[in-house]
Nanobody, 121 residues
């Protein structure tokens, strides 16, 4: 499985950005796709996850109310719509594939290369 994240960039605080993750091959119904991020000097942290079949979602507290994760089964992509961005959202964002709807990164077996998001104040 290969994951290709895209959509990062430089934006101002309050702006929106949409990240996308292209998935090679067809995900199984049990597949869970997640987004994580890693800010400079910090550990990787969970952002959001979605179950491929049931559209069940799970968000980090920092993402609730601002970010929306979604999947397009026809295009085999997962997106992360990020609204009301803050400077503290600055990080490299990674998409990951697993089978458990969880925030624990060790439950995700495949990882994309990351896309960088910078939010200026």
């Amino acid at each position: 499985v290969q994951l290709q994240a895209s959509g990062g960039g430089l934006v101002q605080a309050g702006d929106s950005l949409r990240l996308s993750c292209a998935i090679s091959g067809r995900p199984f119904s049990s597949t869970v796709m997640g987004w994580f991020r890693q800010a400079p000097g910090k550990e990787r942290e969970f952002v959001a996850a979605i179950r491929w079949s049931r559209d069940s979602t799970h968000y980090a507290d920092s993402a609730k109310g601002r970010f929306i994760i979604s999947r397009d089964r026809a295009k085999n992509t997962v997106s992360l719509q990020m609204n009301s961005l803050k400077p503290e959202d600055t990080a490299v964002y990674y998409c990951a594939k697993g089978s458990v709807l969880t925030s624990q990164d060790y439950d995700y077996r495949s990882w994309g290369q990351g896309t960088e998001v910078t939010v200026s104040s």
